[in-house]
């Protein structure tokens, strides 16, 4: 059974950060990317990061100088440092896995967690 287990989230004034946490279990790790993804309220999720298995990154342009993306195969774990948060930042924060060699910013991912919220207060 493969699992997605976020942590990291919280509240922080605007111009923190925080550094999200997602450790997988259940699957290869290593032959998967992951990415993640977020939703603020009354919106469409949308995707924030990925980053391949050899650890190619891809950002979002909202994001880009911001966040940052890694992976350590060896604790099968994805993190997102994310710093200067604004307001809009404010979301659920998800992690997901994807089955393939390359980065992808489409929504059809595998494996989904179950979020992490993150609030951003101005």
């Known amino acids: 059974q493969v699992q997605l287990v976020e942590t990291g989230g919280g509240l922080v004034q605007a111009g923190g950060s925080l550094r999200l946490s997602c450790t997988a279990s259940?699957?290869?790790?290593?032959?998967?990317?992951m990415g993640w993804f977020r939703q603020a309220p009354g919106k469409e999720r949308e995707f924030v990061a990925a980053v391949s298995w050899s650890g190619t990154a891809l950002y979002a342009d909202s994001v880009k100088g911001r966040f940052t993306i890694s992976r350590d195969n060896a604790k099968n774990t994805v993190y997102l440092q994310v710093n200067s948060l604004k307001p809009e930042d404010t979301a659920v924060y998800y992690c997901a896995a994807r089955r393939t060699l390359g980065v992808h910013t489409t929504l059809d991912y595998d494996y989904w967690g179950q979020g992490t919220q993150v609030t951003v207060s101005s």
């Open positions: 259940g699957l290869s790790f290593t032959s998967y990317t």
